[in-house]
């Protein structure tokens, strides 16, 4: 088989594996997300247990894209893709990881009275959600505009957790005996905060693959 026709079916192969990680964690990120609406402890338990799925997706990933630089020593755009697809799966499992903490939080609120700020953190994890399937796309489809947009879903959840932070010290402020349970919604709401950064990182990978320059977005 012509060497050029088996390089381009293996990074085909490897992007499929991209998706089908970037799939998997805003599924859990809905589940996460469910479990904290619900109070379902199982289906937030059921995230926790995907979690060592998704970091060996990631270690698989990298190792094929590895293997092709090795193999096949590219150069120029297939370079990038390749140093792109490991910006990329680190990403993802970041935001794996912040989805964890989101599931283990909706176990922990599930004990406690129900708190106006909760919307805002269903609200952000709603985003969160919506841009690893932008991101992703703009990835798979190689479109460093459709990136850019993606990278502008941050600053919606910028502005809840800005919101929240408000809300919380506000109440801290007014019940004292609040606090340790304030505490744990503002944790929740950095967990989420930082999956949005996250996207944003790859969404500046893709621009990196696309045009070739290290543009940052949301600073």
Do not use: W
């Not at 990278?151 to 005996?177: C, N, Q, W």
């Amino acid at each position: 088989m012509d060497t050029r026709i088996l390089f381009n079916e293996e990074l085909e192969r490897l992007r499929h594996g991209i998706l089908r990680m970037a799939s998997t964690v805003a599924e859990d990120l809905d589940k996460a997300l469910t479990a904290l609406r619900t109070s379902d402890k199982a289906l937030a338990r059921e995230v926790r247990a995907r979690d060592a799925e998704v970091n060996a997706m990631q270690i698989a990933l990298e190792d094929e894209a590895a293997i092709l630089i090795a193999t096949q020593q590219p150069v120029a755009r297939d370079l990038r893709e390749l140093v792109t697809a490991f910006k990329i799966t680190s990403n993802l499992e970041r935001m794996g990881d912040h989805t964890v903490h989101l599931a283990k939080a909706a176990v922990k609120l599930s004990k406690e009275p129900a708190f106006r700020s909760a919307k805002r953190l269903e609200r952000m994890a709603e985003i969160g959600r919506e841009m690893i399937h932008a991101a992703v796309s703009a990835y798979l489809t190689q479109d460093a505009k459709a990136a850019r947009e993606a990278a502008l879903l941050d600053d919606l959840i910028d502005r809840e957790h800005k919101s929240l932070t408000e809300e919380i010290l506000s109440l801290m402020k007014k019940r004292p005996d609040l606090v340790k349970k304030a505490v744990r919604l503002l944790n929740t709401s950095v967990f989420l905060e930082r999956l949005g950064d996250h996207g944003t990182n790859i969404c500046e990978a893709v621009i990196y693959l696309v045009e070739g320059v290290h543009e940052e977005l949301n600073r």
